[in-house]
Structures are given as C-alpha cells and as structure tokens.
C-alpha cells in the first residue's frame, strides 16, 4: 500500500491505494481519497487521521466491490469524529472513493467539570480532542453544564444561560477592539463573571450574563477615556456590573472610585 500526503487551498488531502488491475470503468474500489475542505482555517482534524481510523475500522474499502460497500454507514463512521460535521462519500468511474469532509468550527472552548468542550456558532458542543489545534476563546470556573460527560450534540434548547453566553463569545470575537484584548472568561458563578484580558493584571467585572453588550461597551469607555489618562496599571478591577456606574478599584485596597 502506497500513502501521499497533500495539501491544497482548500484543505488537506489524504491519498491510500494498493495496485489493482485498472479497467476504464471500475466495479472495485481502487483509491481512497480524503479531502478535509476547511483543515487550514479549522485544523481540528487531519485526513491522515481520518485514513488511519479507516484502515484500523473493520470496514474494509481497497480491493472491495462498490456493491458491497454501505456508503452511508461509512459516512456515519467517519461523522464521530468529534470535529465532524459532515462527510459525503462519492465514487468515481475510475474506481476512486471520495471522501469529502467538513467540520463544526469552534466559537469559544468551555472547562467543565466533566472536562473540555467546544462550542460552535451554530451552537454545537463536541468534547476537546486537540486543544492547541484550535486557538479560540476559553471559558473556564463554575459553568452550569447539565449535559452527559463526552457529549456530542445540540445544545438543549432550553439552555438560556449557555445561549447567552454563546452570543456574548460571538460578540466578543466580531469586535473590533474586544476580539483582540479578552484572552478568557471567568464565571465565578451565574451572578459573578470576570472578563480576563492579554497580558493585563486586571480584572473586567459584568455581574451576570444580562446586557452584556451595554457592559462591554460600558468597559470600553475605560480604556477609551481612564486609560490615556492615569493608565490601567493603578486598578485591579474595572466594574461594569453597577447600573450605569463604572467602578474602579485602586490595587493595594484603596478606596474606589
């Protein structure tokens, strides 16, 4: 069996295949090509992953009759992968069987009790497999996650706080100024949530989930106005969470103001 390993723009290709007799219009399967389309912008997977699950499964494919082979059950296989969204298979007139694969793209990455999940736009939680594969915005502390440990599937519809905070990680990632200052999120608990800044000693309070945005905005105007003016190394928190106020603590326990 011969192996080759591509990569194109629009993703990375995997190729096996063993030397069969080729006629012009093949019965048997001859190739196996994988084609992950958006590997480059969401390397979670690679297709040599993938070939290398597929020659370990019992589900044979080189050498074996088109007739014989359950295309959607391999399709299935292949859409456990944790990243998966979705893979259609295609066979060719030359005997080649296509896999084509596209996944679930992270939004932001939650640390649970029961361990790590992402959490995509469309709002699908998958379990962690490769962590540094895909940086993107961490959410760790005391999150109310009612769901099985390994889950893998749609977030539950009557999930509100898990909803809001998958439209404050939307939020904050499309913001200008926002999607390059958060590095992670704390939640303390539900009533009590940090914003933790890029190489900042400083804290960014909300309070709880509820207008979020108004807080954002609300935190904004401290770097906007306060920061030009006496720096943000005298505070260990900017405050959002208090109504229309912005408190700021002073560090070594001075008074706010």
């Known amino acids: 069996m011969a192996y080759l390993a591509l990569t194109g723009i629009?993703?990375?290709?995997?190729?096996?295949?063993?030397?069969?007799v080729r006629d012009?219009?093949?019965?048997?399967?001859?190739?196996?090509?994988?084609?992950?389309?958006?590997?480059?912008?969401n390397p979670l997977i690679r297709a040599e992953e993938v070939a290398s699950f597929l020659e370990r499964s019992p589900i044979k494919l080189l050498g074996k009759d088109f007739s014989m082979?359950?295309?959607?059950?391999?399709?299935?296989?292949?859409?456990s992968f944790a990243s998966v969204r979705q893979c259609n298979a295609v066979r060719t007139i030359d005997g080649t069987l296509k896999l084509e694969i596209r996944q679930h793209t992270p939004l932001f990455r939650i640390e649970t009790s029961l361990g790590s999940f992402f959490v995509s736009g469309e709002r699908f939680i998958f379990p962690v497999v490769n962590?540094?594969?895909?940086?993107v915005l961490i959410v760790r502390g005391k999150?109310?996650?009612?769901?099985p440990p390994h889950y893998r599937g749609e977030m539950d519809s009557s999930d509100t706080w898990l909803t809001d905070l998958s439209r404050m990680t939307a939020y904050i990632t499309a913001h200008s100024f926002w999607k390059n200052k958060v590095e992670s999120i704390l939640v303390a608990n539900t009533e009590d949530i940090l914003i933790l800044p890029k190489e900042e000693d400083i804290m960014l309070k909300i309070g709880n989930?509820?207008?979020?945005?108004?807080?954002?905005?609300k935190l904004r105007e401290f770097y906007r106005v306060l920061e030009p003016l006496v720096g943000k190394e005298k505070y260990s928190m900017v405050d959002a969470s208090f109504g229309d106020q912005l408190v700021c603590t002073y560090r070594k326990k001075e008074k706010n103001i």
């Open 69 to 79: 082979i359950d295309m959607y059950q391999l399709e299935k296989e292949v859409e």
């Open 143 to 147: 999150i109310p996650f009612d769901y």
């Open 10 to 20: 629009l993703g990375a290709y995997f190729y096996f295949a063993t030397i069969l």
């Open 209 to 217: 989930i509820s207008r979020f945005s108004y807080k954002m905005d």
């Open 131 to 135: 962590p540094f594969r895909m940086p």
């Open 24 to 41: 012009k219009n093949q019965d048997r399967c001859q190739d196996v090509v994988i084609v992950v389309r958006d590997s480059l912008l």
